[in-house]
């Protein structure tokens, strides 16, 4: 969630099909728990790893959410920050 706001997507949960869904003006992103598929305004992008649910949070591929999310004509510099680690990084 942390990732895709940061963007300014919104996001929504869909329990029943366990799907994560961000949305901004350009773009929709769609990632389902334990699936190695993504989609993107429906268009589908393979992942090497699946979104997975550690400790009751979502875990995503945070380089595919990033390639496909961020629009630096959009938004220009966006930073991100990893509540556990304390670590942050900035997506230029």
């Given at each position: ?55 009751g ?20 510099e ?15």
């Amino acid at each position: 969630r942390k990732i895709f706001e940061s963007l300014g997507y919104t996001v929504d949960w869909n329990s029943d099909t366990r799907t994560a869904i961000a949305t901004s003006a350009e773009r929709t992103i769609r990632i389902t728990i334990d699936s190695y598929t993504m989609y993107v305004n429906e268009e589908t992008k393979a992942l090497d790893v699946p979104a997975c649910i550690i400790d009751g949070r979502t875990l995503v591929p945070v380089r595919y959410v990033v390639e496909e999310a961020y629009e630096p004509e959009s938004y220009g510099e966006a930073s991100v920050s990893a509540p556990k680690t304390e670590r942050s990084f900035t997506i230029l």
